[in-house]
């Protein structure tokens, strides 16, 4: 289920290079009739919140109904699904999560190919993921705490939202770059593996930093790192993980796309109206309070992204040998 870097960008050309006259008549006349955005996680979340601040600016300044439809399962493959068999005419359109570039690996039965069924429209946020121990643990830094385990190999338990989240995906980079052994503890979502490590049922989680920052402000648990390239403007005083480990890098981003062989033309109409909305000042100030760090750019730059991270945590995911749940 693989494609090559290579041959991604090679579609990509070919896409560009479609006849102009009909995708400008395409661009015309959309939208004419209502759209969906299909959310692939349930309502409340990070998804869920973008795909309705993006359907609600796009409805004003479209003049049709974008409507999000939240079809959940299977790590979100389900609503993937349904957006690539859906025809390839913009009124389907997706928000991607970072865990579709991982499922092209986790899951090697996947009845679709993302980075071959999909076109990029664009990016939209990512946000990092803090470094995160219970209070007991006596371990202030990132160095120190790489030393404890150390010193305790397979008795310290790493939660997550699940086996393949990115919350579970940063802390195996973290083992591999470190040489460190942790216990895997799954959990069915992020809240009750933060409710475990409040408890000191698990040890260290890497979580998205949206969903800790509350905790950490409380006290209730402790950050060593963030785990972006640059420190966080939320925790400035908390360093990242690279500086203590070179090269450690990850972050959960999120952005749009629709089923591939869309018109280019309507592709560039969303990305327009798509990145005009992440310029607004409400939308923008929204986005900063869920912790991220704004994307936009082409089409281009969102496909690179996902192909770049699905190769990332594809050498991760098969390094470690992981398996869905």
Request: proline content about 8%; cysteine-free; charged content about 15%.
């Amino acid at each position: 289920m693989k494609l090559p870097r290579r041959k991604f960008l090679h579609l990509a050309v070919g896409a560009a290079a479609l006849p102009a006259v009909s995708g400008r008549a395409w661009s015309q006349a959309y939208p004419s009739r209502p759209v969906r955005i299909v959310a692939p996680y349930p309502p409340g979340g990070a998804v869920d919140i973008l795909a309705r601040l993006m359907a609600q600016w796009l409805s004003d300044r479209l003049g049709q109904p974008f409507i999000v439809e939240n079809r959940t399962g299977a790590g979100g493959n389900i609503g993937t699904q349904a957006v690539i068999s859906s025809p390839p005419d913009g009124y389907t359109m997706l928000l991607v999560a970072a865990a579709n570039a991982s499922n092209a690996t986790l899951y090697n039965q996947l009845p679709f190919n993302f980075l071959r069924d999909t076109a990029p429209v664009v990016g939209l946020i990512s946000t990092p993921l803090s470094m995160n121990v219970n209070p007991s643990v006596p371990a202030k830094t990132a160095a120190e705490f790489i030393a404890y385990a150390k010193a305790n190999p397979g008795r310290i338990n790493m939660g997550s939202a699940g086996t393949g989240t990115v919350i579970h995906l940063s802390g195996e980079l973290f083992k591999a770059m470190t040489g460190v052994n942790l216990v895997h503890v799954p959990y069915r979502g992020g809240a009750p593996a933060m409710t475990d490590l409040i408890g000191g049922q698990v040890q260290v989680i890497f979580d998205l930093l949206p969903q800790s920052i509350t905790q950490i402000r409380a006290g209730s648990i402790r950050p060593l790192a963030v785990t972006t390239a640059k420190r966080s403007e939320q925790l400035p005083d908390v360093p990242t993980l690279g500086e203590t480990v070179a090269g450690y890098e990850a972050s959960s981003w999120f952005g749009v796309s629709v089923s591939n062989g869309t018109p280019l033309a309507v592709i560039e109409k969303l990305n327009k109206e798509l990145n005009a909305g992440l310029a607004s000042q409400g939308i923008k100030d929204r986005l900063v309070d869920l912790g991220g760090t704004i994307l936009g750019g082409s089409p281009a730059d969102f496909g690179k992204l996902i192909a770049d991270e699905t190769e990332k945590w594809g050498k991760v995911i098969r390094t470690a040998n992981i398996k869905p749940e």
